[in-house]
T-cell receptor, first 113, second 117 residues
C-alpha cells in the first residue's frame, strides 16, 4: 500500500539551531515528491519538487534531499519566521495526475527566538 | 496576481442543510482539486477535475458533490448526507503533467473552515 510518513510530528528548536525533517515513503514508483509549507489558517505553499534519488533543491535556509525511500528537509540556522507545518506529498507513477498524490500528516516546526 | 481564491473563509452549516464552497483560479490550470484537512491527518482528496464538464471521485467523495462548468471555477457542495463535515477545506489547481513520468505541483487556496451550528 502506498504510504507517506513524516517525522517528527512536532519539533521545537532554538533560533539558529539546525535540524532535519523526515519524509519516508512507500510507492510502487515515484513520479515526484513535493514539499509544502503551511501556516495556520492558510493553504499549503509549494516549496520544492524532487524526482530522482540524489537530487537536491535549496531555497534560503531550506534544503530538500531525496533517496529511494525518504526525503529530508534540512533547515539551517532557522529563524522564528520559519515556524510552520511542513507537508510532504508523493505522486506515484501509473496513476492519473491527481488520483494518487498522497500527503503526509506534516511536521509542526516551532522556532523560539 | 495569479492565484486561487476560496470563499467564504468561514462557513457554518445547520443540520440538514447543503452548503457550497467557492473556488476560483486565474492560473489557467486545467486540473482542479478539493481536499479535506483534519487535525493530525494528511490531506484527503474529495474530488478532482482535469477538464471542463468532467470530474472524478477521490478517496472520500461520499456526502459531497462538485461541478466544473468553467475552467476557472470548481465549487464544492457539502450535502446533508455528509455527517461529519467540520473540517478545513482546501482547493488546489495544477498544470496537467504530460507523459507518464512528469510531475506538476499543486497550488492551493487559503481554505474554507466549515463548522456545524
Amino acid at each position: 500500500e502506498d504510504q507517506v510518513t513524516q517525522s517528527p510530528e512536532a519539533l521545537r528548536l532554538q533560533e539558529g539551531e539546525s535540524s532535519s525533517l523526515n519524509c519516508s515513503y512507500t510507492v510502487s514508483g515515484l513520479r515526484g515528491l513535493f514539499w509544502y509549507r503551511q501556516d495556520p489558517g492558510k493553504g499549503p505553499e509549494f516549496l520544492f519538487t524532487l524526482y530522482s534519488a540524489g537530487e537536491e533543491k535549496e531555497k534560503e535556509r531550506l534544503k530538500a534531499t531525496l533517496t529511494k525511500k525518504e526525503s529530508f528537509l534540512h533547515i539551517t540556522a532557522p529563524k522564528p519566521e520559519d515556524s510552520a507545518t511542513y507537508l510532504c506529498a508523493v505522486q506515484a507513477i501509473g496513476y492519473s495526475s491527481a488520483s494518487k498524490i498522497i500527503f503526509g500528516s506534516g511536521t509542526r516546526l516551532s522556532i523560539r527566538p | 496576481d495569479g492565484g486561487i481564491t476560496q470563499s467564504p473563509k468561514y462557513l457554518f452549516r445547520k443540520e440538514g442543510q447543503n452548503v457550497t464552497l467557492s473556488c476560483e483560479q486565474n492560473l489557467n490550470h486545467d486540473a482542479m482539486y478539493w481536499y479535506r484537512q483534519d487535525p493530525g491527518q494528511g490531506l484527503r482528496l474529495i474530488y478532482y477535475s482535469q477538464i471542463v464538464n468532467d470530474f472524478q471521485k477521490g478517496d472520500i467523495a461520499e456526502g459531497y458533490s462538485v461541478s466544473r462548468e468553467k475552467k476557472e471555477s470548481f465549487p464544492l457542495t457539502v450535502t446533508s448526507a455528509q455527517k461529519n463535515p467540520t473540517a478545513f477545506y482546501l482547493c488546489a489547481s495544477s498544470v496537467l503533467p504530460e507523459g507518464r513520468k512528469s510531475n506538476q505541483p499543486q497550488h492551493f487556496g487559503d481554505g474554507t473552515r466549515l463548522s456545524i451550528l
